[in-house]
C-alpha cells in the first residue's frame, strides 16, 4: 500500500518561508515524477512544482517560479517543496503527488499521478 504523508505546512507572515516534506511508503520514489499541488477554497486545483526520477528536470507554475524550489531525496523516499517569500495568495491546501510511469521527466496534469497525500494547510498572512 503506497501512502504519501505531508508535512511542514503552518501560519506564517507575508514574506517568510515554509519547507513543506512527503515521505512515501510502500513504494520506492526512484522511478517516480513527484509533484507539489495546492488547492485554494472555491478553486481548483493547480500544479505547483513537478520533479522528475534524478531530480535533473523540474518544473514550476508562474505564479511561484522564483519563489519556491522542489527537490527530492531518494534514499529517504522524500520530497521537499521549499517556499521563500511567502505572499498571501500562497494560503492552500498543499498537496503531494507521485506518478510512476516511463518517463522520467515531471508532469503538470493531476491525472499523471497515481497516488496523492491528504495535504497540509498553508496560510500566508497580510
Known amino acids: 500500500q503506497v501512502q504519501l504523508v505531508e508535512s511542514g505546512g503552518g501560519l506564517v507572515q507575508a514574506g517568510g518561508s515554509l519547507r513543506l516534506s512527503c515521505v512515501v511508503s510502500g513504494r520506492a520514489t526512484s522511478r517516480a515524477a513527484m509533484g507539489w499541488f495546492r488547492q485554494a477554497p472555491g478553486k481548483e486545483r493547480e500544479f505547483v512544482a513537478g520533479?522528475?526520477?534524478?531530480?535533473?528536470?523540474?518544473g514550476y507554475a508562474d505564479s511561484v517560479k522564483g519563489r519556491f524550489s522542489i527537490y527530492r531525496d531518494n534514499g529517504k523516499n522524500t520530497v521537499y517543496l521549499q517556499m521563500n517569500s511567502l505572499k498571501p495568495e500562497d494560503t492552500a491546501l498543499y498537496y503531494c503527488a507521485g506518478g510512476w510511469r516511463e518517463s522520467a521527466g515531471y508532469y503538470r496534469l493531476p491525472r499523471s499521478y497515481d497516488y496523492w497525500g491528504q495535504g497540509t494547510q498553508v496560510t500566508v498572512s497580510s
Open positions: 520533479i522528475g526520477w534524478s531530480g535533473g528536470s523540474t
